[in-house]
């Protein structure tokens, strides 16, 4: 068992040193029909020459790619910080208009009430009444326009800074 691991790696490395000298030398033969390159002599006037490789890596130059990873991270962080704070922006605008349009319609219904055909003295009363609902909701209205107003001038501001 041992002879033959021994006679494979002997094997084994004759194929390799035979390779790599054919890979490293050809030959040139002159004949009638021209001339050939071979990897093998042709007659006994071949020429043998001999390649010389240099193992030369090329390497290129070394470069600290941290800065830019760091600034496209940063920007993409403010990119979604952005974005999620235009969303905000939209949400509340959004508010704002749900607020426009209950407002405008509790007045509807406080006008709705006085329209109906009552006696004179019930007019009176009622619209006593929807005066000081109207104060109600126009003091509820001013301070959720106000509160939402000021978180659109926040965010406005927010998004102006960062970009």
Known sequence: MIKLYCIFIFLLL????FNSFSATSYYKC????GTTF??????????????NTIINQQVGPKVDYTKQLNELERESLLAGLLA????????????LAILDRKKDQADYKQQQRLNHILAKEDKKRIAADIAKKQKVINKNYKAQINMVK?????????IDNYQ
Request: net charge positive; charged share 25%; aromatic share 4%.
């Open 14 to 17: 004759t194929t390799l040193s």
């Open 30 to 33: 002159v004949t009638q029909e």
């Open 38 to 51: 071979s990897q093998f002599p042709c007659d006994n006037n071949a020429t043998v020459y001999k390649v």
């Open 84 to 95: 999620g704070l235009q969303a905000e922006l939209r949400s509340n605008q959004h508010k």
């Open 150 to 158: 000021k978180r659109i001038n926040k965010l406005q501001k927010k």
